[in-house]
């Protein structure tokens, strides 16, 4: 005798929900691995959608194409065309998407401090000095007093 089917959970009310958060939206427009994928290969300038799915390994085209339009739709990404017939694009950040790069680098020198390299790898996910070549690290710097502002001092986390 088949067993009857659970009935779904009815869903959240919006009073248990948690207000978004700066986060949430960053999130909304960037969040998913493959955005920031494809942002990371647009660093290095303008590129079309075959080298796009050349650079960005493992993306399917429908997936490459869905991100490339989210990204567009999220003003991070421009895409100019260059063909009418078929229609083709290439693909450049916005100023907007520019100011991701450091994110994205900070991303990359948590992954490599904590392992997360891939086999052969020999980046080490950050910048480093030009004069010594010591690996640079991200502080908070608050322009008006002209210093780098340490956690204890700063608002911490709590408003991501």
Not at 38 to 56: H, Q, W
Not at 65 to 77: A, C, D, I
Not at 129 to 155: K, M, Q, S
Request: with cysteine.
């Amino acid at each position: 005798m088949p067993r009857p089917l659970a009935s779904p959970a009815p869903p959240a009310s919006p009073a248990t929900l948690a207000p978004p958060t700066v986060l949430d939206a960053a999130l909304d427009r960037v969040g998913d691995r493959w955005s920031l994928l494809v942002v990371a290969a647009l660093l290095v300038g303008a590129r079309r959608f075959n080298d796009l799915l050349e650079d960005v390994g493992g993306i399917a085209p429908n997936v490459l194409s869905k991100r490339l339009k989210h990204l567009e739709h999220e003003g991070v990404v421009v895409a100019t065309p260059y063909s009418r017939r078929p229609p083709r694009f290439t693909y450049q950040l916005t100023a907007s998407g520019l100011e991701l790069a450091d994110v994205l680098r900070v991303l990359a020198q948590w992954g490599a401090s904590h392992g997360h390299l891939p086999a052969g790898s020999s980046e080490h996910g950050g910048r480093a000095h030009d004069a010594c070549g010591t690996a640079l690290e991200t502080r908070w710097y608050c322009p008006t007093c002209a210093r780098v502002v340490d956690d204890d001092e700063g608002d911490g986390l709590l408003h991501l």
